[in-house]
Structures are given as C-alpha cells and as structure tokens.
C-alpha cells in the first residue's frame, strides 16, 4: 500500500534487497510518497498511487523504460547502477535523465539527490573508483574510467559550473581545471562543453 505524503517514488530493480533498502530510506519522509517497488517495467501497472514523480531505475532496465516514453512522460528518472563508465553516464544524459547514482552512493546522499530531483535539479554520483591497470592502457575513446577528481569535475560540469567556479569550489587553479576537463571530455568522448550540453535535456 502506498503511503500518503508528498510526490511519488517508485523503484524499478530487480534485487527485491536493493528495492526495499531504498524505499526504506524514504518512509516516514512527509515530502515523499512511498509508491512501492518492482521488478520489471511490466509491472508498474499493478502499483497503487499512479504514475511516479520520481523513479530510481536499475541501468540495465533504463532501455525497456525508454520504450514505454507514454507511460513515464512527467517522471523524472534516476539511474542506479554498478557501471560508472563515462559511456553509460552519457547515455543517460542522452536518453533525458535526471540523475545517475553508482552503487558506491551513500545512503544520506540518495535522500538528497532524490529531493535535488524533485526540487527540479538534476543528480549525478558518479562513483569514486580509480581505472584498474588494464584500464590505463589507450583504448578507445570513452572506455577508461574516470578517476576520482575527474569524476567530481564531470559532476560539477553537468552543473554548468564555470572553469572558475569549479577552481574555486575545489580549491584549484583555473588551469588545472582546464587540463582536468580537458581529459573528461576526451573520456566521455565529446569535443567540449557544447557537446556535452547538447546532450542534456530538459526532464520531466
């Protein structure tokens, strides 16, 4: 049953264990209705509350969602996954996410980006995982994956953070952050800041 409250959430994961610990981190939250859970976009129909606000959606699961656009036009998407590639963060700025949260994300920081989302804004947790050995090797463009510091100036460019602001708010030169955005976009595989806009949409 789903609880009375603010906007729906659903969660679409097919760990029952992963559905119930996110849910659980909202229940009791007054801002929040608490739609339930699923396995498989097949079954959003037979939850009660209607169509979500807000749905936390398994990665793998993100290409059956985009296949039923009627049913989740006016709910805006974050995508939960284990693969932090900058591929896959691109491809859901691509497909109109509102979000990405890698596995790696503290609790406390799903509450808030859940509510970032809600607020209009968009998410983006992206993981901290330094590239294994083999991943250091050349490759093609948008294989490696990003390092720490790289994956926080990714996060703060999907903000439309300026080189400076971005300098000022990790205590940076502004050079350096150009050098760090510089590699970010050779990895995600764009040629620059227009590019990767290009790929943002509006949500919801």
């Known amino acids: ?16 264990l992963i559905r119930k610990a996110i849910l659980d981190l909202f229940r009791g ?31 793998e699961q993100w290409q ?6 009627p049913y989740w036009s006016g709910t805006r998407v974050i995508l939960y996954s284990r693969d932090n590639a900058p591929r896959s963060v691109v491809d859901c700025i691509r497909g109109g996410a509102a979000g990405f949260v890698h596995e790696s994300c503290p ?9 970032e989302v ?16 083999e991943t250091r090797k050349a490759g093609p463009v948008g294989a490696w994956k990003l390092s720490g510091r790289e994956e926080e100036i990714l996060g703060l460019l999907l903000r439309r953070r300026s080189n400076e ?7 940076l030169t502004q050079q350096t952050v150009k050098n760090y955005a510089s590699r970010v976009f050779h990895k995600v595989g764009v040629s620059g800041r227009k590019e990767l806009f290009r790929m943002l949409r509006p949500c919801g």
């Open 1 to 16: 049953m789903a609880e009375k409250g603010g906007r729906g959430l659903m969660v679409l994961h097919s760990s029952p």
């Open 29 to 59: 939250d007054p801002s929040v209705t608490v739609l339930g859970g699923c396995p498989h976009p097949t079954a959003v129909g037979s939850l009660p509350g209607g169509r979500p606000d807000v749905a936390l959606v398994e990665y």
């Open 64 to 69: 059956e969602v985009l296949g039923n656009l």
């Open 107 to 115: 609790p406390e920081s799903i509450v808030k980006g859940l509510h």
């Open 118 to 133: 809600l607020s209009g804004r968009g998410f983006w947790h992206l993981g901290a995982d330094e590239p294994q050995p």
């Open 165 to 171: 602001e971005i300098a000022q708010e990790l205590c």
